[in-house]
């Protein structure tokens, strides 16, 4: 009989410990998703906070485990086609202010982890907002319309043709950090123009210019060195030792600050292979703008 104890004694704390690893990657991969920043206004991930678009505005909503106006009742494969296919429980189709077209990349035990992190966060009774749209966007449906060409649903695959740490900084680039939600063009429609990948936006959250970070030397970072770069993830600082505005302070402080730094030096292996792409956005904005990344 003690045996018996002993055993279910020490399949327990195996199980505890395994939960506990579980919820602190989960914890981790979270912050790097930034998740925190949009779905945060008056209480932590209680949403609420409007995010001004050329569609409307957007009210991300309530993400802790309230049962009523959070996402307490969700299963982990609710939460797992909401990020990877734009669908609620309730089969909706969510809007792309949503960036699921990028977090369809996270790989599936990455999402469990965050579940499993979300589902110890405190619940917060926090009603969500409606969206603010013009009355041609209020039915979902059309969205479905709008995904072929524009969304392509799975988790991001290792290229052999590169590192493992290539891979990582890729991953944590498209997949994670959805770097291109923000750094890269839209069309009319709020498409991804993939062919300027990361080449910033005049337009870009709140309509304040987001800047070109592919290794063009006149209008992106091409002129930044590596270490230059790893500093900048890590602090905030650029070359020229000037600190970016709220917009980007704030990614900064919610995501990529609380990268280890295997995963810092990935993710700027990864930008600094990139093709150089020539856009000039703070011109196109403003021909006498400051072109020192003010955002």
């Not at 690893?21 to 209480?43: K, M, P």
């Not at 995904?147 to 590169?162: L, M, V």
Request: net charge neutral; charged share 20%.
């Amino acid at each position: 009989m003690r045996l018996v104890v002993w055993l279910l004694c020490c399949t327990t704390t195996r199980m505890t410990l395994a939960a506990d690893d579980l919820v602190e990657r989960g914890r981790y991969l979270f912050n790097v998703a930034g998740c925190v920043s949009c779905h945060t206004r008056d209480q932590p991930l209680a949403g609420g906070r409007p995010l001004n678009t050329p569609f409307g505005t957007f009210y991300p909503p309530n993400i802790t485990p309230d049962p009523e106006h959070g996402i307490g009742t969700w299963r982990e494969p609710d939460f797992e086609r909401a990020l990877g296919e734009g669908i609620s429980p309730a089969g909706e189709e969510y809007y792309p202010a949503f960036p699921y077209t990028s977090y369809t990349r996270i790989r599936p035990a990455d999402m469990q982890a965050m579940y499993a992190y979300l589902m110890t966060r405190p619940a917060s009774p926090y009603a969500n907002r409606p969206h603010e749209l013009p009355w041609y966007l209020f039915s979902r449906k059309l969205i479905r319309d709008w995904k072929p060409g524009r969304f392509t649903a799975g988790p991001y695959t290792d290229d052999p043709a590169h590192t493992a740490q290539w891979n990582r900084g890729a991953y944590l680039a498209t997949a994670l950090g959805h770097c291109e939600q923000c750094h890269t063009p839209r069309d009319q429609l709020g498409g991804l123009q993939r062919d300027q990948q990361l080449s910033g936006t005049p337009g870009g959250p709140g309509d304040r210019p987001v800047p070109n970070i592919t290794m063009d030397r006149a209008t992106g970072i091409g002129d930044w060195t590596p270490g230059q770069l790893r500093t900048f993830l890590a602090t905030g600082q650029r070359p020229d030792g000037s600190y970016p505005g709220p917009l980007m302070s704030e990614v900064l402080a919610t995501s990529s600050l609380s990268l280890t730094e295997a995963d810092r030096q990935a993710l700027a292996i990864y930008l600094r292979s990139l093709p150089p792409v020539h856009h000039d956005i703070y011109y196109r904005n403003d021909p006498f703008a400051d072109r020192n990344f003010h955002q």
